[in-house]
């Protein structure tokens, strides 16, 4: 399975952007980076995803370098309701079209926001 | 539409006794998973269906360990007997068919063994 580095742990102000980087240097071509975060005693929740095209949704945005070895989620404005664990993870596109990729997931980094 | 529902919240048994969480997966998605997350740790993949077939348990423990999804709609997971390591929140994702997907997460069971 497809290996993700993450830092442990970030901090951010309040109002500020944040920029949550992640390294995949072996990731194959048909993984696809997707990001989850996990708040305080809660499931994990879908963040966004993307294969190779920068990508934006009401939550965050993701860019990816253009080797895909690495990418970055970035909230533009961090709340203090952002503060969680942040996950990246390669989901395999499966070789059968009919199973659902494998979901690994790693450590994350923990976002703390401060007022 | 109606989110992953799992059940019981949270249980507390004894060690060497058996306890079953179950998952209700959103309606029509064909992939199941059952998850272990340790305090401070990540979540890691105890077991993923597609339909009612398994297409990886290679981390569950398979001595105390059990998994089922009749039918290719709910699903339950068992452990018998129970050890102290165990404690830990059991959570329960879904998603649609295919990886260009999200998966959705229930709240989890948290399991205490004492």
């Known amino acids: 399975d497809a290996k993700t580095t993450q830092p442990n742990s970030m901090e951010s102000n309040e109002e500020e952007p944040v920029h949550l980087p992640c390294n995949h240097s072996?990731?194959?071509?048909?993984?696809?980076i997707h990001w989850y975060r996990q708040l305080p005693s809660q499931g994990p929740e879908y963040v966004i995803h993307?294969?190779?095209s920068n990508v934006n949704n009401r939550m965050a945005s993701l860019a990816i370098a253009e080797d895909r070895k690495s990418s970055t989620l970035i909230l533009h404005r961090a709340t203090l309701r952002d503060a969680a664990v942040y996950y990246c993870?390669?989901?395999?596109?499966?070789?059968?079209?009919?199973?659902?990729?494998?979901?690994?997931f790693g450590q994350g980094t923990e976002l703390s926001v401060k007022p | 539409e109606a989110g992953v529902a799992q059940s019981p919240r949270y249980k507390i048994i004894e060690k060497r006794q058996s306890v079953a969480f179950w998952c209700n997966p959103i309606?029509?998605?064909?992939?199941l998973y059952w998850y272990q997350q340790i305090l401070g740790q990540g979540p890691k993949l105890l077991i993923q269906?597609?339909?009612?077939?398994?297409?990886?348990d290679s981390q569950l423990p398979k001595d105390r360990f059990s998994a089922e999804r009749l039918k290719g709609v709910d699903s339950t997971l068992k452990i018998q007997p129970a050890k102290l390591e165990d404690s830990a929140v059991y959570l329960c994702?879904?998603?649609?068919?295919?990886?260009?997907?999200?998966?959705?997460f229930g709240q989890g069971t948290r399991l205490t063994v004492v």
């Open positions: 994702a879904s998603s649609s068919r295919g990886g260009n997907t999200e998966a959705f």
């Open positions: 072996t990731i194959s071509g048909t993984d696809y």
């Open positions: 993307g294969l190779t």
């Open positions: 993870i390669l989901r395999t596109y499966p070789l059968i079209y009919n199973q659902g990729g494998k979901l690994i």
């Open positions: 309606s029509g998605h064909a992939t």
């Open positions: 269906f597609q339909n009612n077939g398994v297409v990886d």
